[in-house]
């Protein structure tokens, strides 16, 4: 534990750490794993996994159980406390912060690979599943499917995002194409199809009825209308899988999107033009992730098997913020308030 | 096998000498009579744990086996207790293979561990959190493991277990599960069917449900999946050898058949081939439960009878596919045909397991398999990411560059002769093999790959186009449809583990090395046809006949066969169309769960049938009971 937590400080605190003016009104949670090259299911672990909180510092410390395959959390708005974690063995909840876990899930829902909270019913939890889409309406204890004009094939199902403005407005990003519902998940409606996976779909924090998606062929994806009509967005490689897209909350119209293959791209000008910003970046400058911290726009791009990365000129320049040979699966900005 | 007495002379030195794998090999005992089955079954039981326990070096601590071997023969429960307590001590990890033998441990050290060696036991199933992981026999060990430790801990809520779920939520979604798999292996078919390593991580969780189950129907249920576990091993295997197809094996099992944990199973429950180096490895974790166990006298039969020849038809499933496929699991429909000399097994093709299936071979007796590559078959080297999509919830750019430093190094490879391809196809009728091959543009790799072991003797590139070869005392005629040229097979050799995970380097073996038969087109195929020495005055009388065999095909617009095989049977077969034979279309609807002299079920039935001449075995899963009977 020391010699992770000493490797992960350590380049933040010969860099100085965060500026020191910054009083971060979010918490950063990680979520994925550390020492991940050539790990399989059963290997020994030599360090902690799961879930990495930043430090006063500027670092991250492992939180709770080691678990080395978890994507993505899901914060109750009303208690930071309480999160879901879509999880390989299923969907986990804690309610002390990740201290302490239950799975939800039983064995009929397996590798969710997204988890979302309803912020206008955050209740209502949804989980995007390999096979089709997972719902809880009591705070991720019970899980049922709800599926309703889902295809009964060809719902694999990689992302699933909450309108913040609507309760129970829901997308859902599958190999088909993204999927819509207006009622909780209780009927679910095509609005874009697709041949390949849908990896990633976000709403724009300036502008509710702006939304992006990313996919495996399909290229980056826009709706201007909430996510009624979708359109390809131009300038954007397709040949190779874009993993997910982030809109900078500091600042209206810087976007990113991080690539395996392809590395970072981003665009200052609300997608009409894009610049990959690899320059910095390992060599081999695999981007698992990329976020935007929303206190101060610093971009981040996870690497690979590599370390995670940061930006404070939106990719012209990087330097190394810890978490060596990881694979961080998502990022997760928490406003302090919610503690 | 002058490479193995070496060894032996070595080993033979040693007090922790290996006596079965280093020893000549087994003779299948002439007397069959139940007790000195039994006798010889619980003897070669406890050779596997003798030989953990005289491993032990007093002047170390006990490993996690060495400790749990004393626990099955009752020894220094005090010293024992304070070493597991010891190895608790440190975060633990393993996931599902760090559940099931500590399942082990606590069952048999229930009545003679400490109490704070219990404590720390059940301690440790709060505490660390295992995954269950993302395969099917991770999921049958993590719930018969959760199954058994919610049954000893009955009562105990959530907050006491790793995943918050109190004991009796805990049992209730594990009993869910098992049932759940047994009824799709008892109605449609096992996925990991005849797997050559991954039999242990389904028999070992049936044993031990078997052996420590309280609820009695569980328990039942345990032994009878173990029964057919034991049963189709004793069925597909050559004189203890387990050929193809299988679901899944590995680069080394899949030439050297002998050499798979498989192959431990066979020794233990049937004694007539050496068992693997250190039993297997996992081998252990069966020995310390199998007391509780004995196969049936009519498994033995079924085993070591190989003095008549048999036809066996079993309908298997693919591993579940989540995505880009209009089916959840691809029907396997099975063939396999078992001689005294030889053994030819196939699947129809397409993508079973993304990595590891092994879908046809055919595999000859040695009279010592132990390093020897006894196998013929050809593949096309398929790598898709989008294929491997199907089956893992990952992202497609990464995998396959991946999955060398998980330790499969041969995936991407052009060379690889372990896979299977959505580009084959496979029609089998009886010792006769067709293989077509119809590879799209765009394909990595345009060609086949057909294996030729360094253990094939007299092998003849024939005028007719046939290429003839000997196999122990099988003759054997492969026959290309494309051209081809001739490579040698490099191995692979695993470099220091560093920070990138399992790193390998391709060198050239000492001595002869095996073949690989190059076919660089993308309309191809392969035709084998084995035949047993006895049946003919010499081998040139074999080639001749084989060359007199009426054979028509083409390779465009798409590859046709029309042959007539050793065995008069007139065979069409169209890659894309229903193989016909003597005119009348392959029926694949009409594929039982089993049918053949030694198996028989009906699709769906949840009945088994298991005979070797008027004795017979029935396990029947509706009514979760086993039945003996003998024929009048």
């Not at chain 1, 876990?101 to 912020?119: F, L, N, S, Y």
């Given at each position: 534990?020391?010699?992770?937590?000493?490797?992960?400080l350590l380049?933040?605190?010969?860099?100085?750490?965060?500026?020191?003016?910054?009083?971060?009104?979010?918490?950063?949670?990680?979520?994925?794993?550390?020492?991940?090259?050539?790990?399989?299911?059963?290997?020994?672990?030599?360090?902690?996994?799961?879930?990495?909180v930043?430090?006063?510092?500027?670092?991250f410390?492992?939180?709770?159980?080691?678990?080395?395959?978890?994507?993505?959390?899901a914060?109750?708005?009303?208690d930071?406390?309480v999160?879901?974690v879509?999880?390989?063995?299923?969907?986990?909840?804690?309610t002390?912060?990740?201290?302490?876990?239950?799975?939800?899930?039983?064995?009929?829902?397996?590798?969710?690979?997204?988890v979302?909270?309803?912020?206008?019913?955050?209740?209502?939890?949804?989980?995007?599943?390999?096979?089709?889409?997972?719902?809880?309406?009591?705070?991720?204890?019970?899980?049922?499917?709800?599926e309703?004009?889902?295809?009964?094939?060809?719902?694999?199902t990689?992302?699933?995002?909450?309108?913040?403005?609507?309760?129970?407005?829901?997308?859902a990003?599958?190999?088909?194409?993204?999927?819509?519902?207006?009622?909780?998940?209780?009927?679910?409606?095509?609005?874009?199809?697709?041949v390949?996976?849908?990896t990633?779909?976000?709403?724009?924090?300036h502008?509710?009825k702006?939304?992006?998606?990313?996919?495996?062929?399909?290229?980056?994806?826009?709706?201007?209308?909430?996510?009624?009509?979708?359109?390809?967005?131009?300038?954007?490689?397709h040949?190779?899988?874009?993993?997910?897209?982030?809109?900078?909350?500091?600042?209206?119209?810087?976007?990113?999107?991080?690539s395996?293959?392809?590395?970072?791209?981003?665009s200052?000008d609300?997608?009409?033009?894009?610049?990959?910003?690899?320059?910095?970046?390992?060599?081999?400058?695999?981007?698992?992730?990329?976020?935007?911290?929303?206190?101060?726009?610093r971009?981040?791009?996870?690497?690979?098997?590599?370390?995670?990365?940061?930006?404070?000129?939106?990719?012209?320049?990087?330097?190394?913020?810890?978490?060596?040979?990881?694979?961080?699966?998502?990022?997760?900005?928490?406003?302090?308030?919610?503690? | 096998?002058?490479?193995?007495?070496?060894?032996?002379?070595?080993?033979?030195?040693?007090?922790?000498?290996?006596?079965?794998y280093?020893?000549?090999?087994p003779?299948?005992?002439a007397?069959?009579?139940p007790?000195t089955?039994?006798?010889?079954?619980?003897?070669?039981?406890?050779?596997?744990?003798?030989?953990?326990?005289?491993?032990?070096?007093?002047a170390?601590?006990?490993?996690?086996?060495?400790?749990?071997?004393?626990?099955?023969?009752?020894?220094?429960?005090?010293?024992?207790?304070?070493?597991?307590?010891?190895?608790?001590?440190?975060?633990q990890s393993?996931?599902?293979?760090?559940?099931?033998?500590?399942?082990?441990?606590?069952?048999?050290?229930?009545?003679?561990?400490?109490?704070?060696?219990?404590?720390?036991?059940?301690?440790?199933?709060?505490?660390?959190?295992?995954?269950?992981?993302?395969?099917?026999?991770?999921?049958?060990?993590?719930?018969?493991?959760?199954?058994?430790?919610?049954?000893?801990?009955?009562?105990?809520?959530?907050?006491?277990?790793?995943?918050?779920?109190?004991s009796?939520?805990?049992?209730?979604?594990?009993?869910?599960?098992?049932?759940?798999?047994?009824?799709?292996?008892?109605?449609?078919?096992?996925?990991?069917?005849?797997?050559?390593?991954?039999?242990?991580?389904?028999?070992?969780?049936?044993?031990?449900?078997?052996?420590?189950?309280?609820?009695?129907?569980m328990?039942?249920?345990?032994?009878?999946?173990?029964?057919?576990?034991?049963?189709e091993?004793?069925?597909?295997?050559?004189?203890?050898?387990?050929?193809g197809?299988?679901?899944?094996?590995?680069?080394?099992?899949?030439?050297?058949?002998?050499?798979?944990?498989?192959?431990?199973?066979?020794?233990t429950?049937?004694?007539?081939?050496?068992?693997p180096?250190?039993?297997?490895?996992?081998?252990?974790?069966?020995?310390?439960?199998?007391?509780?166990?004995?196969?049936?006298?009519?498994?033995?039969?079924?085993?070591?009878?190989?003095?008549?020849?048999?036809?066996?038809?079993?309908?298997?499933?693919?591993?579940?596919?989540?995505?880009?496929?209009?089916?959840e699991?691809?029907?396997?429909?099975?063939?396999?045909?078992?001689?005294?000399?030889?053994?030819?097994?196939?699947?129809?093709?397409?993508?079973?397991?993304?990595?590891?299936?092994?879908?046809?071979?055919?595999t000859?007796?040695?009279?010592?398999?132990?390093?020897?590559?006894?196998?013929?078959?050809?593949?096309?080297?398929?790598?898709?990411?989008?294929?491997?999509?199907?089956?893992?919830?990952?992202?497609?750019?990464?995998?396959?560059?991946?999955?060398?430093?998980?330790?499969?190094?041969?995936?991407?490879?052009?060379?690889?002769?372990?896979?299977?391809?959505?580009?084959?196809?496979?029609?089998?009728?009886?010792?006769?093999?067709i293989?077509?091959?119809?590879?799209?543009?765009?394909?990595?790799?345009?060609?086949?790959?057909?294996?030729?072991?360094?253990?094939?003797?007299?092998?003849?590139?024939?005028?007719s186009?046939?290429?003839?070869a000997?196999?122990g005392?099988a003759?054997?005629?492969?026959?290309?449809?494309?051209?081809?040229?001739?490579?040698?097979?490099?191995?692979?050799?695993?470099?220091?583990?560093g920070?990138?995970?399992?790193?390998?380097?391709?060198?050239?073996?000492?001595?002869?090395?095996?073949?690989?038969?190059?076919?660089?087109?993308a309309?191809?195929?392969?035709?084998?046809?084995?035949?047993?020495?006895?049946?003919?005055?010499?081998?040139?009388?074999?080639?001749?006949?084989?060359?007199?065999?009426p054979?028509?095909?083409?390779?465009?617009?798409?590859?046709?066969?029309?042959?007539?095989?050793?065995?008069?049977k007139?065979v069409?077969?169209?890659?894309?169309?229903?193989?016909?034979?003597?005119?009348?279309?392959?029926?694949?609807?009409?594929w039982?769960?089993?049918?053949?002299?030694?198996?028989?079920?009906?699709?769906?039935?949840?009945?088994?049938?298991?005979?070797?001449?008027?004795?017979?075995?029935?396990?029947?899963?509706?009514?979760?009971?086993?039945?003996?009977?003998?024929?009048?």
């Amino acid at each position: 534990m020391m010699k992770t937590l000493s490797r992960t400080l350590l380049p933040l605190l010969l860099l100085g750490g965060l500026p020191a003016c910054a009083a971060p009104a979010h918490d950063l949670y990680l979520f994925g794993a550390v020492n991940v090259t050539g790990r399989v299911i059963g290997s020994r672990d030599v360090a902690k996994n799961g879930v990495f909180v930043r430090t006063a510092e500027g670092g991250f410390a492992h939180r709770g159980i080691n678990y080395p395959a978890m994507l993505g959390g899901a914060f109750d708005p009303r208690d930071a406390r309480v999160f879901h974690v879509a999880a390989i063995c299923g969907v986990l909840t804690t309610t002390d912060g990740g201290f302490t876990w239950r799975i939800g899930t039983g064995w009929d829902m397996t590798e969710p690979k997204a988890v979302a909270v309803d912020p206008n019913a955050p209740d209502m939890v949804y989980a995007a599943l390999p096979d089709g889409l997972g719902v809880s309406a009591d705070r991720g204890h019970s899980w049922a499917r709800r599926e309703n004009g889902l295809p009964a094939r060809g719902k694999y199902t990689q992302i699933v995002t909450v309108d913040r403005t609507a309760a129970g407005r829901v997308f859902a990003g599958s190999e088909t194409g993204i999927y819509l519902t207006e009622d909780a998940a209780q009927n679910w409606r095509r609005v874009f199809p697709t041949v390949d996976t849908v990896t990633d779909i976000r709403q724009s924090p300036h502008d509710p009825k702006h939304w992006l998606a990313v996919s495996q062929s399909a290229g980056a994806l826009v709706s201007r209308d909430g996510g009624l009509t979708w359109a390809p967005l131009a300038g954007i490689p397709h040949q190779q899988a874009l993993y997910n897209v982030v809109f900078d909350p500091t600042r209206a119209g810087r976007i990113a999107i991080a690539s395996w293959s392809l590395g970072l791209l981003t665009s200052e000008d609300d997608g009409a033009t894009w610049v990959f910003r690899n320059d910095g970046l390992p060599e081999k400058h695999r981007v698992w992730r990329t976020a935007v911290d929303p206190d101060n726009g610093r971009l981040y791009a996870a690497i690979d098997g590599g370390a995670l990365y940061g930006s404070d000129d939106f990719g012209r320049t990087w330097r190394p913020f810890g978490m060596e040979d990881s694979r961080i699966q998502s990022f997760v900005f928490v406003p302090r308030a919610q503690r | 096998m002058k490479k193995l007495i070496i060894p032996f002379l070595l080993l033979a030195a040693l007090v922790s000498a290996q006596p079965s794998y280093t020893g000549p090999m087994p003779v299948p005992p002439a007397d069959t009579r139940p007790d000195t089955l039994r006798r010889a079954y619980h003897a070669r039981v406890d050779e596997t744990l003798d030989w953990y326990l005289h491993a032990i070096d007093p002047a170390k601590p006990l490993t996690r086996e060495q400790a749990l071997v004393k626990l099955v023969r009752g020894q220094d429960a005090a010293a024992v207790s304070q070493r597991i307590i010891e190895l608790l001590s440190v975060p633990q990890s393993g996931d599902m293979f760090w559940m099931f033998p500590w399942t082990a441990i606590a069952f048999t050290g229930r009545d003679q561990l400490s109490p704070e060696a219990r404590a720390a036991i059940r301690e440790a199933w709060r505490t660390y959190f295992p995954m269950r992981g993302d395969t099917e026999n991770h999921w049958v060990m993590y719930y018969a493991s959760l199954f058994l430790m919610t049954e000893l801990y009955p009562d105990d809520p959530g907050e006491t277990w790793f995943n918050g779920k109190s004991s009796a939520e805990n049992h209730v979604e594990a009993k869910g599960f098992l049932l759940h798999w047994m009824d799709l292996a008892t109605t449609i078919g096992q996925g990991e069917f005849n797997a050559t390593h991954y039999i242990g991580e389904y028999a070992i969780p049936m044993l031990y449900l078997a052996a420590w189950a309280e609820d009695p129907a569980m328990r039942q249920r345990g032994r009878m999946m173990l029964d057919l576990l034991m049963a189709e091993l004793a069925d597909n295997t050559l004189h203890g050898v387990l050929r193809g197809p299988n679901a899944r094996t590995d680069d080394t099992s899949v030439l050297e058949r002998w050499n798979a944990l498989a192959t431990y199973f066979s020794w233990t429950m049937y004694g007539h081939t050496p068992p693997p180096s250190g039993y297997g490895g996992w081998g252990i974790y069966f020995a310390i439960a199998a007391h509780h166990y004995e196969p049936p006298p009519l498994f033995h039969l079924i085993a070591t009878d190989r003095e008549f020849d048999r036809e066996q038809r079993d309908h298997k499933r693919s591993r579940r596919r989540w995505r880009y496929s209009d089916v959840e699991m691809m029907p396997v429909y099975k063939t396999g045909y078992i001689r005294r000399d030889y053994a030819v097994g196939s699947y129809q093709g397409g993508v079973t397991d993304p990595i590891q299936a092994h879908v046809w071979d055919v595999t000859w007796r040695e009279d010592d398999p132990r390093g020897v590559h006894n196998t013929m078959f050809s593949v096309h080297p398929h790598a898709s990411a989008r294929v491997l999509q199907m089956y893992f919830t990952e992202y497609p750019d990464w995998m396959i560059d991946l999955l060398a430093s998980q330790g499969k190094p041969s995936y991407g490879v052009p060379d690889k002769i372990l896979g299977c391809s959505p580009y084959e196809q496979v029609f089998q009728d009886l010792d006769t093999v067709i293989a077509l091959y119809a590879i799209p543009p765009g394909e990595n790799f345009q060609r086949v790959n057909g294996f030729f072991s360094r253990n094939l003797r007299d092998v003849t590139e024939d005028a007719s186009g046939w290429i003839f070869a000997r196999g122990g005392n099988a003759y054997l005629a492969y026959r290309p449809l494309a051209p081809y040229t001739w490579d040698e097979l490099l191995g692979y050799r695993q470099l220091p583990r560093g920070n990138s995970g399992y790193a390998w380097e391709r060198f050239r073996p000492e001595g002869p090395v095996d073949r690989i038969l190059v076919s660089p087109h993308a309309n191809n195929g392969t035709i084998v046809q084995a035949a047993s020495a006895d049946e003919f005055e010499s081998f040139e009388a074999f080639q001749s006949a084989m060359r007199a065999l009426p054979l028509e095909f083409t390779l465009e617009p798409r590859p046709t066969v029309k042959l007539t095989t050793l065995r008069g049977k007139k065979v069409a077969f169209t890659y894309g169309e229903t193989p016909v034979v003597n005119g009348q279309p392959v029926d694949y609807s009409r594929w039982k769960l089993f049918e053949g002299p030694h198996l028989n079920a009906g699709l769906g039935s949840r009945k088994i049938t298991i005979s070797h001449g008027r004795q017979h075995r029935v396990l029947d899963f509706n009514t979760v009971t086993t039945s003996d009977y003998v024929t009048p």
